[in-house]
C-alpha cells in the first residue's frame, strides 16, 4: 500500500535593518522591527491562518487520514509569538489533532552544520525544547535548514538520535534509484526520506505558470501523476516551503482550491493513503544504502549550497559571523548569545547571492533589499559595529 | 526601410555624447536592413559612415556670418580664465585649417559617397549647449583664448538683448511652406544683428537648410535627435508626408532645472506633440518627457543606449600612489552633476576613511562653490580639483580611482559609469539616472541621500569582497549594453509606426 508524505517547511528570519556606515558606533539595534512585524503579519493573513485552517478541516474531515508534518523554525515561533500569537495557536490545534507531526531542526535555520558542529547541536537541543514545550511533541525526524546534507551531517544527526532525516532527492545523487523508496544514511541506520522535487514542484513553483504545459494543475490531474507510481514505489515525499499556499502562489491561483480536493482525490485510489515522516519509516524498510558525495541542498537549480555561500562576499560574512563563536560563548551572556545566532540566519547569507536568471528572480523576491551588494553592505556594518560595541569595550576594561 | 536620421554632429566632431550615440544607432540599424539618409549641419570630411548616406544640411542662410564685433562682456570673465589647455571641443565654426580642408576634400573625392557635399553651415550650437554651459566651457577653459574672445563677442553676452516671444522664435524654426519667404524673414533675421548666431537662429537655419537637402526624396519616416533638430524634423516630415519620430537624449529640464529655457521647452514640446512616437533614452526619461511636458506615456518608446563593445581597459593594479584610496567624481561641475553631494558624502566618509582622497574632475558654474564648500568643511586636504581631463588624463583618473561615483540629480542615460566599469572600476550612480535601470552591478543611490552614498564609499572602500564581486560582475554585464540591443527595439517601434 504506497503512500503519500507532506511536509512544510515554517520560517521567518530577523531581517536587518538597512544599516549604513555611519550607524557604527551609534546603532545598536540591528533588526527592523517594523519590517518583520509586517512580512509576518501579511504571511499570517495570506499563508498561516488560511492553509492551517485548510488542514484542520480536512483532517476532521478525513478522520485523521490526512496527515501532514511541518518543520516550524524558532525564529519564527519566536516572531509568532510577538507579531501575531493566534498563528501558533493554529498551529497548537494542529498539533492536537494527531495527524501532524513537527520535524525538527535548528532554531535559528541556520548554516551552522557547515561551521561550528558544537553550536549546530546546541540550536537543535534548542528547537526540541521548542517543540517540546509548544507543541508536546518529541521530534524522531530531523531537517537540515533548506535540506542542506551530506554524509557527514547525515551521520552527525544519526548519532543524536533521529530516526530519519529529510533531503532532497537531487538526480546525480540518486543515480539509478527512485526518490520513492526509504533509504538509510551511508555507514548508518538512520532513514532518509528524499524529496520527489518532480511532484513537489510542480505545486510549489509550476502550479501557477501559465507558460508551463500542464497549466492548469487541477487536483485530479494531480492525483492521477501520484497514482501513476502505483507500484513502482512505497512513499512519494512532496516536501516545500508552507508558503506556497497563499503566498508563494496567492489565493487567486486556485491553490487553496486544490488542496481542499486533493486528499479525496488521493484517497479515491484504495491503495493509497497519506502518513507523516515516522509512519513512512515505520512502515516501509530501507532499500539500501544512499551515499552523497557532495552537499546538497533544495535550492536554486544547482541544488547545492551556492545560495549561501557561492561567492566571496557571502564567504567573507559567513566566516565573519562564525569566527565570533569562541568570543561570544565565553560571555556567557543569554542576550548576546541570541543576538549572534539570529544574525546565523541562513537568509542573510541568501540575499547575498548574485545568481543570474531564474535564480536571482527568487532571491530577489525573497530578499528586503535592493540586491546582494546592499544585503553585504548592511550585514558587515552590523558585524563591525557587534565588533566594536561588544568587545572593544570588554577588552579595554579587561586592561587589553 | 529607408529612414531620415537629423542629428547635430557625428564622430568624430563631437562635443557630447549625441553624436556618438547616433553612430551607434545607425551602425546596429543598418545591420538590421535599415537604410539611412543622416543629416547634420556641417560634415568635415573626417567622417566615416560606410553604413549610411552621410549629409550634410545644404545652407539656405548666408554661408558665414561674420562675428559681431562691438558687444563687449559685462560678465567679469577674463579672471575666470584658466591657462587654454586644449583646442577642445572643436567648435563647428571653428576656421578650419587649410590642411585639413584640403585633406578632407581629397577623401572626399577618393572614397566618400558622392551625397557627402563639404557645405560649411555655421552652426555653433552643441547638442548639450545651452547658454549657459556654453560659457561654463569658455570659463573652463575649454576654448583657446583668441577663440574664447571672439566668442563671448559673439556668443557669450548675456543672451538675447530683446527676447522675441516663443510664439514668434518658433514660427521661424517652423519653417513655413514657402522657401522664399523664409529665406528672406532668416536673413532679415540675422541681418538685424541681435542674434544672428544665437542658436535659435541655427536651429532655425538649419531646419530650412535640411528641408532643402532632401528636398523630393522619399522616406518611411523621419527620425530627430534632440530640440535642435524638431523644428527640421517636423518641416521635412510635413513635406514629405512621413511620419516623425523624435529621440529624447536630454531634456531641457535636466540641464538647468527649474532654470530651463522656456524656448527650448517650446520647441521640446512641439516635436513632441508633432511626433507620431516619442523615444526615450531611459524609462526614467520618460516619465521626465510625460511630468514636464505632459506626452502620453503611451506615446513614448525606451530604447535604452549602448556602448561599443570593446575590450576592458587592463586595470592599472591596485598599486595606489602614497595617498590613500581614490574616490572619484568625472564631469561637469553643474547643478545637474551634483557634485555638492559627492562633496557632502566626502565629508561623511574621511569620518570612517581618512586617508581617502576625493577627486572632483571637470568644470563648470559650480566649481567655486564646490571648492569654498570643501575649505568650509575642513577636508581641503583630501581634496583635488584638476579641472577639465582630456584623453589619457581620463583613462588615468578612471584607472586609479578606487570607486567612481556620479551623483547626479537628473541624468537621462548617464554614459560615464559604464566607461568607469570598463576600466574594472565599482560604481555608484544615483537613482536619478537612466543608467542605473540597466545596470546590476552597480550600488545604486538617491542623488540627495549622503549619508547612504558615504556608506557605500565606505563599503567599497573596507570591503575588497564587495569590489571584487562587483568589478567581475560588471566586466560581464557591460558586454551586454550594446547598441545592437538598442537596434532591436527599435525596428519594431518603426515598423508599427510605418504600417499605422
Known sequence: ?400 | MRILMLGWEYPPHISGGLGTACEGLTIALARRGVEIDFLVPKLYGEEDAPHMHLLGAASAAPSQVEPVQHVQSELPLVEAIAEPVSSEPTFATDPVPTSEVAAAGQREEADVPAEIRMVHVPAMLKPYLDRATYQELIRGGSLPRAEYERRVATQAVPAIPVPPSAITRLEHAHVPGDDAVFAEEAQAFEGAGHYGDDLFAEVARYAVAAARRVAGKKYDLVHAHDWMTFPAGIEIAQRAGAPLVVHVHSLEYDRAGQGADRDIVAIERQGLEYATRVVAVSYYTRSLINRVHSTSLDKISVVHNGVYAHETVEAYSEQRSSTGPVVLFLGRVTFQKGPEYFVQAAARVLEHVPDAVFIMAGSGDMLPRMEALVEELGITESFRFPGWLRGAEIERAFSTASVYVMPSVSEPFGIAPLEAMSHDRPVIVSKQSGVSEILRNALKVDFWDVDKMASQIVALLELPELRHTIVERAREEIRHIHWDAAAEKLVPVYESIIQA
Not at chain 1, 526518490?179 to 555507514?187: E, K
Not at chain 1, 513553483?205 to 507558460?211: C, Q
Open chain 1, 1 to 400: 500500500m504506497p503512500s503519500v508524505c507532506f511536509y512544510f517547511e515554517v520560517h521567518q528570519p530577523y531581517r536587518l535593518k538597512p544599516y549604513g556606515a555611519l550607524q557604527v558606533g551609534r546603532d545598536h539595534d540591528y533588526f527592523d522591527d517594523k519590517l518583520n512585524a509586517e512580512v509576518l503579519r501579511k504571511v499570517a493573513d495570506k499563508c498561516y491562518l488560511p492553509a492551517n485552517e485548510s488542514m484542520l478541516r480536512l483532517i476532521e474531515r478525513t478522520d485523521g487520514r490526512f496527515r501532514i508534518s511541518y518543520a516550524v523554525t524558532g525564529v519564527a515561533i519566536e516572531q509568532m509569538k510577538k507579531y501575531a500569537p493566534e498563528v501558533l495557536d493554529s498551529f497548537i490545534r494542529l498539533a492536537k489533532s494527531g495527524a501532524v507531526e513537527f520535524v525538527a531542526e535548528t532554531y535559528y535555520h541556520s548554516l551552522a552544520a557547515l561551521y561550528d558542529k558544537a553550536e549546530y547541536k546546541e540550536q537543535i537541543d534548542m528547537e526540541l525544547d521548542l517543540i517540546k514545550r509548544e507543541f508536546g511533541q518529541t521530534p524522531r525526524v530531523f531537517r537540515n535548514t533548506e535540506l542542506i546534507y551530506n554524509d557527514e551531517i547525515g551521520q552527525f544527526i544519526a548519532d543524536l538520535g533521529f530516526d530519519a532525516m529529510i533531503c532532497e532527492g537531487a538526480d546525480d545523487i540518486l543515480d539509478w534509484r527512485s526518490p520513492n523508496f526509504v533509504y538509510h544514511v551511508a555507514g548508518r541506520e538512520m532513514r532518509l526520506l528524499a524529496k520527489n522535487y518532480k511532484l513537489s514542484d510542480d505545486i510549489a513553483f509550476r502550479f501557477s505558470n501559465r507558460g508551463w504545459a500542464e497549466y492548469p494543475l487541477t487536483a485530479d490531474k494531480f492525483a492521477g501523476w501520484v497514482h501513476g507510481h502505483s507500484g513502482a514505489g512505497d512513499v512519494i515525499n512532496l516536501f516545500m516551503d508552507y508558503e506556497t499556499f497563499g503566498e508563494h502562489q496567492w489565493r487567486e491561483t486556485g491553490i487553496f482550491e486544490f488542496l481542499e480536493h486533493l486528499p479525496e482525490l488521493l484517497f479515491n485510489h484504495p491503495d493509497w493513503d497519506i502518513l507523516t515522516p515516522s509512519q513512512a519509516i515505520d512502515r516501509y524498510p530501507a532499500l539500501g544504502e544512499l551515499p552523497f558525495h557532495r552537499t546538497v541542498s533544495w535550492a536554486d537549480e544547482a541544488r547545492d549550497i551556492s545560495a549561501w555561500r557561492g561567492n566571496a562576499m557571502q564567504q567573507r560574512a559567513l566566516a565573519e559571523i562564525y569566527s565570533l563563536g569562541p568570543a561570544i560563548r565565553r560571555r556567557n551572556n543569554s542576550n548576546l548569545l541570541a543576538l549572534w545566532r539570529r544574525l546565523q540566519t541562513s537568509d542573510h547569507f541568501y540575499y547575498m547571492a548574485t545568481k543570474s536568471a531564474s535564480d536571482a528572480e527568487v532571491h530577489d523576491y525573497f530578499s528586503p533589499y535592493e540586491g546582494p551588494y546592499d544585503a553585504f553592505i548592511h550585514y558587515m556594518n552590523v558585524m563591525k559595529d557587534l565588533n566594536l560595541s561588544v568587545f572593544a569595550p570588554a577588552e579595554k576594561r579587561a586592561g587589553l
